[in-house]
């Protein structure tokens, strides 16, 4: 009894090194050397945040914060349209009457606070904002050990420090 002869798949116009895979299976095991290499005696995936730290990309979008203006007073109206824009519903904000002093603005926060557990630094927060009020910067997450390390109140998003993220770019909006 004859037995069929099985050919290799092949594709249309594939040479004949393509049909017998050996370079590509070489070429496959050349990658996972120069990873192997990489990761014993090259730069590392991985460090032990937050002892240790990557540079941080230009434009990574990271801790928010609240800011102020050249009186020292937050800049939020307490508006609600950060909170409205979040899709993670992570923005909490109580509004209060602003101080009679205050001729510019009708409301501020009594209370704003920000989830960075939910947070998904989306940026559509500071998009949102018609004051500038609410920021993304370029620096790394909070840590913590406790889900109320990372619930910051408005004292706390007001005093971050810390470089400011570039404005988006137009075709990052859409
Ligand atoms: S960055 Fe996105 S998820 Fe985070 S607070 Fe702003 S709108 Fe919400
Ligand atoms: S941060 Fe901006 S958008 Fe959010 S409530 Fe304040 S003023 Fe409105």
């Known amino acids: 009894m004859e037995h069929p002869v ?8 594939e040479s004949f090194w393509e049909k017998l895979y050996l370079p590509e299976i070489a070429r496959g095991l050349g990658h ?16 032990q945040y937050p002892e240790q730290k990557l540079g941080l990309k230009p434009g990574y979008r990271g801790i928010i914060r609240l ?3 050249a009186e020292g007073r937050e800049k939020c109206v307490a508006c609600f349209l950060c909170a409205t824009a ?4 992570c923005i909490r904000i109580v509004a209060e009457p602003a101080p009679a002093a205050w001729k510019d603005r009708d ?5 704003f606070e920000l ?30 050990t406790t889900r109320q390390e990372f619930i910051w109140d408005k004292a706390k998003l007001l005093s971050i420090d810390g470089r400011r993220n570039k404005p988006l770019e137009p075709a990052r909006r859409t």
Not at 107 to 111: D, F, I, L
């Open 32 to 47: 996972t050397l120069k990873h192997m290499v990489n990761t014993l005696f090259g730069k590392p995936f991985t460090v």
């Open 67 to 69: 800011t102020k203006d």
């Open 6 to 13: 099985h050919e290799l798949p092949t594709a249309p116009g």
């Open 86 to 89: 979040c899709p993670a519903e």
């Open 115 to 144: 989830n960075f557990l939910r947070c998904i630094n989306c940026g559509f927060c500071e998009e949102a904002c018609p004051c500038e009020a609410i920021e993304l910067i370029e620096e790394y997450f909070p840590v913590g």
């Open 107 to 111: 409301k501020r926060p009594a209370q």
